[in-house]
Structure formats: structure tokens, C-alpha cells
């Protein structure tokens, strides 16, 4: 099942950030495949480690193009991500528990925190970065 499609309206107008984006989507539909044809514990533990993976990569990355390149709202943008990683290793760690109520709350939350995050956030992000980037 796809939770959530990749489209031009995701898109912040940077490529490199625009291709992780992609990706993460990517992870999350293949988290949401996983929990919905019910595979066992291990595998979505498995896709869910990926997620938690790439989106920390992925936040590395953001925040160094930020710092690179001056943008004025790093500090809060990376309040942000360590935020979204706390409420995301508190769901790991109940899931990793037996939890059964975690992938029923996990794609909804990480699907709005990402277009959430996306549409408000990063947009400003990649305009920046577009702006001033050579």
C-alpha cells in the first residue's frame, strides 16, 4: 500500500535534497507494504531500521548543506529533526517491546510529520539553498 506518493508538490526545488526525499518516501511505502501484507516482526523491524537510518543520514545531510551555506534557520531545523528522532526511537523501542498498537501509529505519525515537515519546512530550506548555492 502506498502511504504516501512522491510528487512535484513535495518537491523544495533542490535536487539533492528533493533525491533523498524520494527515497525516504520510498522506505516508508515499503514499511507500510510490510505492516499491511502482515510480514513478521522481524521484517518490518527490519524496513523500519532503513527508515530510521536514511532519515537520520538524510537529516545529517540537510543540516550540512545548511551550515555550508549560511542558512539562517539551521538551529531550528535541526530542532526539528532531533525532535522527529526522539518520537521515532520512542516508537522503535515499543515495537522492539511487542507493542502491537506501534505500526498502526507509526505510518500515520510519519507520513504528516514528513509532508509536514517537507512542505513547511524544507521548502524554505530549498528555496534558500536554491538561492544560494553557485
Known amino acids: ?20 526525499h524520494q527515497k525516504l518516501v520510498g522506505i516508508l511505502n515499503s514499511l507500510s507494504d510490510a505492516v499491511e501484507t502482515r510480514q513478521d ?11 530510521l537510518s ?14 555550508t ?16 528522532l526522539e518520537q ?10 511487542g507493542d502491537a498498537a506501534v505500526p498502526a501509529e507509526m505510518l500515520p505519525f510519519l507520513k504528516d510529520w ?6 513547511e519546512t524544507d521548502m524554505k530550506t530549498g528555496q534558500f539553498l536554491a538561492a544560494n548555492v553557485a
Open 41 to 51: 516482526v522481524a521484517a518490518i523491524g527490519t524496513v523500519l531500521d532503513e527508515l
Open 1 to 20: 500500500m502506498t502511504v504516501l506518493e512522491w510528487s512535484s508538490q513535495l518537491s523544495v526545488g533542490f535536487d539533492e535534497i528533493d533525491n533523498d
Open 88 to 97: 521515532a526511537a520512542a516508537l522503535k523501542t515499543r515495537f522492539e517491546a
Open 114 to 119: 514528513l509532508t509536514h515537515h517537507i512542505l
Open 69 to 84: 551555506y549560511g542558512d539562517p534557520e539551521l538551529f531550528n531545523h535541526k530542532q526539528e529533526h532531533e525532535d522527529l
Open 54 to 67: 536514511y532519515t537520520s543520514w538524510h537529516f545529517r545531510h540537510e543540516e550540512r548543506l545548511m551550515q
